[in-house]
């Protein structure tokens, strides 16, 4: 087996030309037998038939047992099958005989990455690129792992390794997108998202419209976002990143009537989602259904606890005019959260809708003994001082 192929990918095929040189070079029967089983296992693996494979290559270790197509052939059977650990021992014996074996070393760092071994997988694909160092697959590879260990620097600069050697290369693109995204630099990820945008038109991944809309989520241009999410949508009409998306784009725009309608559109195929039922609660609440929001407030309540559901209950009953019974329920949210600054400001607010102005103040003092630099708490109290 070659250790010097540029063509290592996810789906490991080894050339015919291997096969093809064993043949030239030897008239040993047992030779040419083992080269037409390699070649047979690794169609298997290619066709996904992993247990025909396996036992293609036991027989071929049963012929020669250090045979390095069939300890690769076997960690590449277990790995497509999630056999992890199973992988990693015949990748493991194959390099203990075989040290520079690409493929083995290959097929071994894409198993630790399969088990967030982030740094494992970092060395074995280092070593693999003594050998070959402009493998994209491998660089690639390399670069995601360090962005999973939250290496910026490292990833980025082998990402621009990548598109060194190939301009517009997707995965490289793709991860810089992430990277940039991860760090919250939305409009660096923007340039990188819709540089495959423009390279792939309407064939585009449906990921990255949601990660081009969800930039400009974060960077609350809502109304930019809306168009990517919709094209999500045509692509895939129940995604829920889509769904989601659209229905916070709506919501920042401060348009709950129409944020509604995709979060319940979410809870038809998730009708327990705790999360969506509360957002939906909320966008109930503000428009000014108080019966709706209750009923989607009291679902997310009867699934688990929901500090947001219950802080919406709170608010209903002062919507309501029920001051005294949202004081005491927020006032309980208080005694279960006593550093959560929001209540302390919703709080404050029910004694001002009593003209208690002085109750308002001392919640929010008693706030401040807990986090005197709170900025938000502060300029509530000078709004209520003056």
Known sequence: MSSTSNNVSNDIIVPDSLFESDLQNSNDEKLKKISELSKKGYLLIKEGSYKEAVAVF?????????????????????????????????????????????????GLAD????????????????????????????????????RKIHDFKRSKELYNKVLDIEA????????????????????????????????????VDIRVLTSIGNCYRKLKSFESGTSYFEKALEKEPKNFYALFGLADCYRGMNQQYKSVTYWNRILEFDPKNKVILTRAGDAYRTTGNFEMAKEYYKKALDIDF????????????????????????????????????????????CYLAKKDKASAIKVLENYLHLDGKNLVIKNTLDKINK
């Not at 076997?74 to 075989?98: P, V, W």
């Open 58 to 106: 036991e027989e071929i270790l049963s012929m020669d047992e250090n045979n390095n197509y069939a300890l690769v052939g076997l960690g590449d059977s277990e790995r497509k099958q999630n056999h992890f650990d199973d992988a990693i021992m015949y990748y493991t014996k194959c390099l203990t005989i075989f040290p520079n074996n690409n493929y083995a070393l290959f």
């Open 111 to 146: 198993c630790y990455k399969s088990q967030n071994q982030f740094s494992k997988a970092i060395t074995i694909w280092q070593k693999y690129l003594e050998h070959d160092d402009k493998n994209i697959t491998v660089i690639t590879r390399v670069a995601d792992a360090y």
């Open 168 to 203: 517009d290369n997707a995965y490289a693109l793709i991860g810089l997108g992430h990277l940039s995204y991860d760090f919250k630099e939305y409009k660096d990820a923007l340039y990188y998202w819709n540089r495959i945008y423009e390279i792939n038109g309407d064939a």
């Open 306 to 349: 929901d500090i947001y559901a219950a802080i919406g209950m709170a608010l209903i009953c002062k919507g309501e005019g029920k001051i005294d019974e949202a004081i005491e329920r927020f006032q309980k949210l208080i005694n279960d959260d006593p550093r959560n600054s929001r209540l302390y400001n919703d709080l404050a607010d």
